[in-house]
């Protein structure tokens, strides 16, 4: 056998090349949004049932979640925690809205804001309250020159660029619309949210400085995601054919990223959630919660500064409060 003789070699001058290599391999590699794993099984409630599913918003230090009533009456609703575990019940009735779908919930300037489908017209109404407790009498929202707006299902709300935001499902066009408001009382608008006709209500939040709305395609049931930069135009849409929702999604920007939740497009009705830092970034597939099946849509709120809280009506006859939250 023949003995080869190996001589060391000065690799040193290799570093900064090597470093500047990994340095510049690291910074194309997008960032993720932390993982977000929510309670399985859910916590029911059963002193409090609904019909629908609820909005929740972060107000005064509480988590408020409203919902229609489990009843003919479809009077709004109201229970509130302060922990996130222990909530006021029974839920406390507001016989002045009385409302058709779901509630939509935020807090802009201060004072907290529902919109809600009037069942008798299909208008769109809003309340506010400056303390949670006591609410304004119901009015139309509409635009000067145009009048109210109509929708064939439950709004959805947000703040964005110190403006508050309302999307919902045109009556006549069947596409998603949203329009703005300085003051909470006149809006402008409506603007076009999206080029793809809709089957579901709208979802909208805000993160990281961009105006999401999302919703579920007429055609395949398609998670579609739209963003603006302003607030004044969307101008990009994403359609996800490996995500197919079975309903009204529910959408909140957090410390896990961009965070969407929905019903399963099936007879399961089981619990899926997908997340990212983008409009194009979220997770393919989404996460399935076997453990938590929903008889409604979900409603989120980020309860504090860290976790997502999310709501939704028992899979069942019982139409008994369920809430979940990130651990």
Request: hydrophobic share 40%.
């Amino acid at each position: 056998m023949t003995n080869i003789g190996i001589r060391s070699i000065n690799l040193n001058w290799l570093k900064p090349v090597l470093l500047g290599l990994s340095l510049s391999i690291l910074l194309q590699i997008p960032r993720t949004a932390a993982a977000q794993t929510f309670q399985s099984p859910a916590t029911g409630y059963s002193g409090i049932t609904l019909s629908g599913a609820p909005g929740l918003a972060y107000f005064n230090n509480k988590l408020y979640v409203a919902f229609k009533a489990n009843d003919s009456s479809n009077y709004l609703y109201i229970t509130t925690s302060s922990d996130g575990s222990t909530f006021s019940t029974p839920a406390t009735q507001y016989s002045s809205v009385i409302l058709t779908g779901s509630p939509a919930l935020t807090v802009f300037n201060g004072v907290l804001f529902i919109a809600y489908l009037n069942p008798s017209n299909s208008e769109l109404m809003m309340v506010d309250s400056t303390d949670g407790v006591n609410f304004s009498a119901p009015y139309a929202i509409e635009a000067p020159g145009i009048g109210p707006f109509y929708s064939s299902s439950s709004p959805s709300l947000t703040v964005f660029n110190n403006q508050l935001i309302i999307a919902y499902l045109d009556l006549s066009s069947g596409y998603e619309r949203y329009s703005t408001s300085t003051n909470g009382a006149t809006f402008v608008g409506p603007g076009p949210i999206s080029t793809y006709t809709a089957s579901s209500a709208p979802a909208l939040t805000a993160y990281n400085g961009i105006l999401y709305a999302s919703f579920q395609e007429a055609s395949n049931h398609d998670l579609v995601v739209a963003t603006s930069q302003d607030g004044s135009a969307f101008t990009y849409q994403t359609a996800y054919s490996g995500i197919q929702i079975g309903g009204q999604p529910s959408m909140v920007g957090s410390v896990y990223g961009l965070v969407v939740s929905f019903r399963s497009n099936d007879g399961y009705h089981v619990l899926f959630v997908t997340s990212g830092n983008s409009a194009a970034g979220l997770a393919v597939p989404a996460t399935g919660y076997t453990g938590i099946r929903m008889g409604s849509d979900p409603g989120m709120a980020v309860f504090g500064t860290n976790q997502i809280y999310l709501a939704f009506q028992s899979n069942d006859s019982y139409h008994i409060l369920f809430v979940t939250h990130t651990n």
